[in-house]
């Protein structure tokens, strides 16, 4: 079985991750400690011995995180009965609960930023650990009624060199509580918004510290009469085109039960959120630089898991970790 270029499960004893993580639903592994100081004809074999011993442990733990799963097929009702997941045959579906599960314990973000998951969508073909696998974090922001009005006339470079001037900010944070920094490299494809299906997706290619590799966070919003459902597709870089050519098959399977449509918003007696289709792509980035979020902190505050959430899916410990294994697989 190849490793996930995917954070590390705290039982993998990825150093960054067992400094950052504050809980653990799975049982620790106990780190063999180093032999004493010998001949180094005595020592080397004693040290892959433990080696040895160790990954065999790490495994075993990560097999039983993964068998304690509950994956889901079919129709999925989300959100309080106001979106419908009707999965195609091979894809499975995790919980609330585990997707947040699989958020913190098994690819190392932060808590905070799974909090809003309503579950994870598993496409068809290999496990959370493999190496070309990829998972989309389906969450549903409840902030009104998000217009299209400023789709067709959004500067999309300049709203990116806008989200890179928080990286500096953000990673200062990350780095407080523990976690790797990571930068915003750019679009791995640029933001499209579809007036007919009222879907806006776009993809970000991000770096982070000490990966081998760019992590791709590929985002679908499907715009409702009272918020908007989030897919956040997250995988590696070299997974671009196989969830570019899901993103259809991702759309089609979500829809807004009948009274909470785009089509349903009634002016008279709905809310409108304080943003527009920038604002859904920027997040929280460009906040503090522009009026674009002026008087809505709470907002912003309530919304920072939900936008944040594929942004902070970092990747490539494990593979770093578990590369010789890899190679002889």
């Not at 490793?3 to 004893?13: D, E, G, N, Y």
């Not at 097929?73 to 894809?91: C, I, K, R, S």
């Not at 597709?233 to 993103?247: D, I, N, P, R």
């Not at 944040?308 to 990747?315: F, I, P, Q, R, S």
Request: glycine share 10%; charged share 25%; hydrophobic share 40%.
């Amino acid at each position: 079985m190849k490793i996930l270029l995917f954070p590390a499960f705290c039982l993998l004893s990825a150093s960054t991750f067992l400094n950052a993580q504050k809980t653990s639903d799975a049982p620790a592994v106990e780190q063999t400690a180093a032999p004493e100081a010998g001949s180094a004809k005595d020592e080397a074999p004693a040290v892959e011995s433990s080696a040895d011993s160790l990954e065999k442990e790490q495994q075993a733990a990560v097999d039983k995180f993964l068998k304690s799963l509950h994956f889901m097929t079919g129709t999925q009702t989300l959100a309080n009965g106001a979106v419908t997941l009707d999965l195609p045959e091979g894809f499975r579906f995790l919980n609330g609960n585990d997707a947040r599960r699989v958020l913190v314990n098994l690819w190392g973000n932060p808590p905070e930023t799974a909090a809003g998951a309503l579950g994870m969508i598993v496409p068809p073909g290999g496990e959370l650990i493999d190496d070309e696998s990829w998972a989309v974090i389906v969450s549903y922001d409840k902030s009104g009624y998000v217009s299209d009005g400023d789709a067709a006339e959004m500067d999309y470079q300049d709203l990116l060199k806008k989200m890179k001037e928080g990286d500096e900010a953000d990673n200062q944070e990350r780095k407080k509580a523990g976690y790797t920094a990571m930068t915003l490299k750019g679009w791995a494809l640029p933001p499209h918004y579809d007036h007919d299906t009222k879907v806006l997706h776009w993809a970000k290619e991000l770096e982070v510290e000490g990966s081998p590799e760019n992590t791709l966070n590929y985002d679908v919003r499907v715009l409702g009469r009272r918020g908007v459902v989030s897919l956040n597709c997250v995988a590696g870089m070299a997974q671009l085109e196989k969830v570019k050519s899901h993103t259809p098959e991702l759309v089609s399977m979500t829809k807004f039960n009948s009274g909470h449509a785009y089509d349903d918003f009634d002016p008279k007696t709905d809310e409108k959120a304080a943003y527009g289709i920038a604002g859904l792509i920027a997040g929280t980035a460009i906040a503090a630089k522009t009026g674009l979020f002026k008087g809505i902190w709470l907002a912003i505050l309530a919304g920072k898991k939900f936008i944040l959430l594929g942004v902070l899916a970092v990747g490539g410990l494990l593979k770093k970790l578990f590369s010789r294994r890899g190679e002889q697989a």
